[in-house]
């Protein structure tokens, strides 16, 4: 534990150097919010559509978070000779690993903050403590398979095709996932892809929590498949890495 700590300190404090990189991370989320939910009054101005706006934006500040985090930046430190000498000293790889999740996760709740303040300030959204306690432990979990789909890609990618593949798969699932726009609102075809995507399974996960509601049976079945698929690939990735790189 105490390795893990320590992997999660100085990776935190690696980010916060580059301040771009924080404030890539920390205001882009916000900026969708005021883009999509305080620019229009029909949904700013209404409490029950705003409440929902923000559950939805603060989901894909969580996603946006792990993904870039992990994704590009586990491509990067790979490219490091440090992280080479790293991967050959003799104490496994979970204190790296749960150190990079650590620190992500600390990003992520730091992306939160700009939404739910963009939300209070310029939005009728509101909620509870109990259910911002609910939310709060639901997008936590729901980041998960996305914490995965980020490692896997840092691990198989160079940063040069990291970037990249990480913008291609998050905006467009956030899309069909129904973050920018609420599912109703979608042709049929679109709303029947969209349930299996992890995307529109965490949404409503998500969404559940926030409404004191139950998401169905449907949600948490792709949830858990999709965090397994990819914890799986994660995995692969991983060790294909080391054997290709340490054998």
């Known amino acids: 534990m105490s390795l893990l700590l320590l992997h999660a300190r100085y990776q935190f404090l690696e980010t916060i150097r580059v301040p771009i990189a924080v404030i890539g991370t920390v205001g882009f989320p916000a900026l969708f919010m005021l883009l999509f939910v305080v620019s229009n009054p029909a949904v700013g101005g209404e409490p029950a559509a705003a409440t929902l706006a923000a559950g939805q934006m603060s989901l894909f500040a969580v996603i946006s978070a792990y993904m870039f985090n992990l994704g590009a930046g586990v491509a990067e430190d790979r490219a490091k000779p440090w992280h080479a000498h790293l991967r050959t000293l003799p104490v496994g790889p979970a204190a790296q690993l749960g150190g990079r999740l650590l620190n992500a996760q600390c990003f992520a709740l730091l992306s939160l903050i700009p939404v739910a303040l963009t939300a209070m300030l310029f939005t009728r959204a509101h909620a509870s403590a109990g259910e911002l306690a609910a939310v709060l432990l639901a997008l936590l979990l729901a980041g998960l398979p996305f914490a995965f789909m980020g490692l896997a890609i840092g691990y198989s990618l160079p940063l040069k095709a990291a970037i990249p593949v990480v913008q291609l798969?998050?905006?467009?699932?956030?899309?069909?996932?129904?973050?920018?726009?609420?599912?109703?609102?979608?042709?049929?075809?679109?709303?029947?892809?969209?349930?299996?995507?992890?995307?529109?399974?965490v949404r409503d996960l998500v969404i559940g929590a926030l409404t004191n509601t139950a998401p169905g049976v449907v949600a948490p079945l792709v949830a858990a498949g999709w965090t397994l698929v990819l914890g799986t690939l994660a995995v692969v990735a991983h060790r294909r890495d080391e054997g290709r790189r340490f054998r």
């Open 169 to 201: 798969l998050l905006l467009p699932m956030a899309f069909a996932g129904g973050l920018f726009l609420p599912p109703v609102l979608f042709p049929d075809w679109l709303d029947v892809l969209s349930h299996a995507l992890p995307t529109r399974a």
